[in-house]
Each structure stands twice: as structure tokens, then as C-alpha cells.
């Protein structure tokens, strides 16, 4: 799972998944008159509460996460796996307001009909605050340009070593050789342009016909690279957080190489941070 591909919509999810564990703990019965030291439940200790709102809504928000956490979709049914924890949340948000408008359920139906004075408690009330931002967060983290950026940024690049000097740092880092690709002549491996170095051809091999240099960027969201062959099947996706080399430019597209070695062309080139 690459932490990098998470963005600041699901660090609300995972916040408002601590704050809904959290508030598990707590009473979900506030009863009039009741003494400080009367033990009222909490959610560990209702089936109900338990399975609809706290395991339901934490099981959404690690499914929501573990999924845009992937390079590729898992998908289950046919469905993705994100799909499937945003149903969950919503779910959870549902079944919590339902619990604070009849926080007793059917008991208030038994004997004179009276709730005793029973109230939701403070549990009940923070996990309906906890379920709503999950689910919020999880709906409009695809439609929200501030939530879809990326929750870790692209590491600074390093310091620029003298000339003749070793890059530091590993291939999907500025700076750092290509697979096949070898030092030469204590030649600098790229040239700093207010960012990332780039990497140099040797002396001995021949110039593109354009003016094109490759150069390293990082995107702002996870995006899909397709096929040099014009196929609209992505064979990859590139993750907000990391460097990637763009090594050939057509139109408005750019042929860009994954760290593995795959190339393919990055459709959508706009908001890219270049290095």
C-alpha cells in the first residue's frame, strides 16, 4: 500500500474513524436523575450500536482506504473495494441517527410506553458526528478538488551534488539513474532547474529531432496511464508523492515511465508538478 496515494479526503476518513472508536467507549444512555456512579453501557456492550455503527463504519473507512491505497482497483463482485466501504458508512450514519431519535428501541413500546427518562448519550451523540464525517468524507472526496489532493507530498528533492558527484537516493527520485542507464565521464547526472536534476543523455547518443527534454513530475492525484498503442486499458497508475521521468512529449500528452520500467502516456497533464 503506498501511503502517497492517499489523499486529504481520506485523512478525514481515517480521523473520523479514531473519533468514532473513541466514542464507543463512551455511554450511549443519558438518564435523568441517574447517579455518577450508575454504569450505564457503551457500544462494546450493545449488539445493535456495536455491528450497525462502530464495526460498520470502521470496517467502511479501512475498506475506503486500503482501496485508494492500491496502485490498481480490487474490486470484489465486480465492484470496487472503495465501493463497497463508502455503502458502509453511509450505512453507519443511517443506523446512528436512527439510535439517537430512539436511542431505547423497542423498549419504550413495553409496559406504559414510558422511555424513563432515557435519553442518547454522549456516545451515541459522538458516534453520530464521527458517521457523518466518514461518510461525508468518503462521497465527496472524488468531487472535491481540496480533498482529492494528496495527503503526504512529493519529498523535496536532494541537494545538488558537486560535479562528478553519486546521485543519491533510488530510481522514482529525481536525480537517481534509470534502469539500463549507466554514470558517465564524472558527468553531473542532470541539471538543476529550481527542482529535481534531470537525466542527461551520454555524449555519444543522438539528439531527439524536437527540442523535448525529459524531465521528472509528480501528479496531484492518483491518474491512469494507458498504453503507448493507443488503448484506453490503463496498464498503470500514477501516485500523488512520487517522481516520475517524462520522456517523450505528444500534443498534450506526455509518455512518462513508471518506476518498474513501464512506459505509457499520461492523458490528463494538467496541475503536474515539474521538476
Known amino acids: 500500500m503506498n501511503i502517497r496515494s492517499l489523499t486529504r479526503g481520506d485523512g478525514v476518513v481515517i480521523g473520523a474513524a479514531v473519533l468514532l472508536f473513541i466514542a464507543s467507549f463512551l455511554d450511549i444512555y443519558s438518564i435523568d436523575g441517574a447517579p455518577d456512579s450508575y454504569d450505564l453501557p457503551n457500544a462494546w456492550e450493545s449488539g445493535p450500536v456495536l455491528m450497525g455503527v462502530v464495526l460498520a463504519g470502521i470496517i467502511g473507512a479501512a475498506l475506503i482506504v486500503v482501496s485508494r491505497g492500491r496502485p490498481q482497483p480490487l474490486k470484489v463482485a465486480g465492484l470496487d473495494l472503495g465501493q463497497f466501504g463508502i455503502a458502509f458508512t453511509v450505512f453507519a450514519a443511517w443506523t446512528a441517527l436512527g439510535n439517537i431519535f430512539d436511542p431505547v428501541g423497542g423498549v419504550d413500546n413495553v409496559g406504559n410506553g414510558s422511555d424513563n427518562g432515557v435519553d442518547a448519550g454522549s456516545g451515541l451523540i459522538l458516534s453520530l458526528v464521527a458517521t457523518l464525517v466518514l461518510?461525508?468524507?468518503?462521497?465527496?472526496?472524488?468531487?472535491?478538488?481540496?480533498?482529492?489532493?494528496?495527503?503526504?507530498?512529493?519529498?523535496?528533492?536532494?541537494?545538488?551534488q558537486p560535479y562528478g558527484g553519486q546521485p543519491q537516493g533510488g530510481y522514482g527520485y529525481p536525480g537517481a539513474p534509470q534502469p539500463g542507464q549507466q554514470p558517465y565521464g564524472g558527468q553531473p547526472q542532470g541539471a538543476p532547474f529550481g527542482g529535481p536534476s534531470q537525466q542527461q543523455p551520454a555524449p555519444s547518443q543522438q539528439q531527439p529531432a524536437s527540442d523535448f527534454s525529459p524531465f521528472w513530475f509528480a501528479v496531484p492525484v492518483a491518474r491512469p496511464l494507458f498504453g503507448e498503442d493507443g488503448s484506453q486499458t490503463p496498464i498503470a497508475e500514477l501516485a500523488p508523492g512520487t517522481w516520475y521521468l517524462a520522456v517523450e512529449q505528444r500534443g498534450a500528452t506526455l509518455v512518462a515511465q513508471t518506476q518498474d520500467g513501464r512506459r505509457g502516456v499520461l492523458q490528463d497533464t494538467s496541475g503536474i508538478q515539474r521538476g
Not at 139 to 158: D, M, N
Open 135 to 160: 461518510a461525508g468524507a468518503a462521497i465527496a472526496t472524488p468531487l472535491v478538488p481540496a480533498l482529492k489532493a494528496a495527503l503526504v507530498g512529493a519529498p523535496r528533492p536532494a541537494a545538488p
